[in-house]
């Protein structure tokens, strides 16, 4: 294994969720690979979704909580441009067998993503309750 592998390995943290010998390859995957990521980019993916509002929706920090939520999942699974952008930051921190693994079932694996992706930044919904002016 290569030094970057070991650090993207070292640095990201351990699995989340239960992994079993009945696991799935992609329940596998998941949470040993995709959960620690989301979590590691947490913070990065709620800015990232603040300025994507931002640029598109700005009176979205004035919809209800229902609307906020149908916004979020929208614009992860219908903005083609946003949803490739929030995937490669996920990609970047596989290591180089992962994203081996993971180009075996990228369609399926990419759905399991944007799904876990879009009920996180939903979980965060109390940073969206109020524009941020800094």
Do not use: C, W
Request: aromatic share 12%; charged share 25%.
């Amino acid at each position: 294994m290569n030094t970057r592998d070991l650090y993207i390995i070292k640095n990201r943290g351990e699995a989340l969720g239960v992994v079993s010998v009945q696991s799935s390859k992609e329940e596998k995957f998941q949470n040993l690979t995709i959960r620690p990521i989301l979590k590691l980019q947490n913070d990065l993916f709620i800015d990232v979704f603040k300025n994507y509002v931002s640029k598109h929706k700005n009176d979205f920090y004035s919809y209800s909580i229902e609307k906020k939520m149908l916004f979020i999942e929208n614009a992860i699974q219908k903005d083609i441009k946003f949803r490739n952008s929030l995937k490669g930051m996920v990609i970047g921190l596989f290591t180089i067998d992962e994203y081996a693994e993971y180009i075996q079932n990228s369609s399926n694996l990419n759905k399991r993503m944007m799904n876990m992706l879009i009920e996180r930044l939903k979980s965060n919904m109390q940073i969206f309750e109020f524009q941020d002016l800094s």
